[in-house]
């Protein structure tokens, strides 16, 4: 008696496996990368030399109260990671421009998937070791700047020290978003960078100039101080966040469209 004929299994393709493996080999390439390692030992010499230097002067009687040194130094941070973060961000597409059709092409994933691959990775790199970095700021000042040691109370809160953590990494999603838009519809990585710096510095003059009442940088550095005093009001910070969010989000979809449209 002749055995039943095998019955074939469908193959079921998961659309969403090229992407994972873009997002997942880009994570690895991200943190092995020198200019990554080279920004993390940045922040963290700056942070602990600086740390280190403002207790012993605060042991010497000279002590500024802790939410401006916290003020100082996380925006020292932001501002000086801006030169590093820009390369890493702009060269997620534009380093491979050479070999970024045979990627398409070999991996069976869609320039949309390849872009938002690219732009998730960097995002969450960036953003998660800013994070990181600046939440140990403010636990070193917890630990460290105690009333016993400096003479005075500490006066950054816990919320505020959550807010303030919130509105420098909104303003990195808007550079890194706009920095991955830029090297993806520019021919190399520097024209990118030199695109991307021109942008940055034509934002900056244009938000300069916007009313009080709207989210600006000059209201979040000014007032950032204040903010991890704990003395803001929730929709402030509320409304400088989605502000940002939808540039970054506005920034990612310029991208997107114009990748999905150029040659590679």
């Known amino acids: 008696m002749d055995a039943p004929a095998a019955t074939a299994v469908p193959f079921r393709f998961n659309r969403l496996l090229p992407y994972w493996a873009v997002l997942q080999t880009d994570l690895g390439q991200t943190v092995r990368s020198w200019v990554y390692r080279l920004w993390v030992l940045m922040m963290g010499l700056a942070a602990l030399g600086y740390v280190l230097y403002k207790l012993g002067a605060a042991k010497a009687g000279a002590f500024k109260t802790t939410a401006v040194q916290t003020d100082d130094l996380l925006r020292a941070l932001a501002v000086g990671s801006l030169s590093l973060i820009s390369l ?21 994933i ?95 003059l244009i938000i300069s100039q916007l009313p009080d009442e709207y989210p600006n940088l000059r209201w979040m550095t000014d007032g950032l101080r204040n903010v991890l005093r704990g003395t803001y009001a929730a929709a402030d910070v509320t409304q400088f966040v989605v502000a940002s969010a939808v540039l970054a989000s506005i920034g990612a979809l310029i991208g997107l469209i114009g990748f999905a449209r150029r040659d590679v």
């Open 88 to 108: 890493i961000a702009v060269s997620s597409i534009s380093s491979e421009r050479g070999t970024v059709a045979d990627s398409i092409l070999s991996r069976g």
């Open 110 to 204: 869609s320039r949309h998937q390849y872009f938002l691959a690219k732009w998730h990775a960097r995002m969450i790199v960036i953003l998660t070791t800013f994070v990181s970095v600046a939440t140990g700021v403010l636990l070193a000042y917890h630990l460290l700047f105690t009333e016993s040691a400096t003479g005075s109370s500490a006066n950054v809160t816990f919320w505020g020290g959550v807010a303030a953590i919130m509105l420098l990494t909104a303003v990195l999603a808007v550079v890194v978003s706009w920095g991955v838009t830029i090297g993806a519809l520019s021919n190399g990585t520097i024209i990118g960078i030199t695109l991307f710096w021109i942008a940055i510095f034509s934002a900056m």
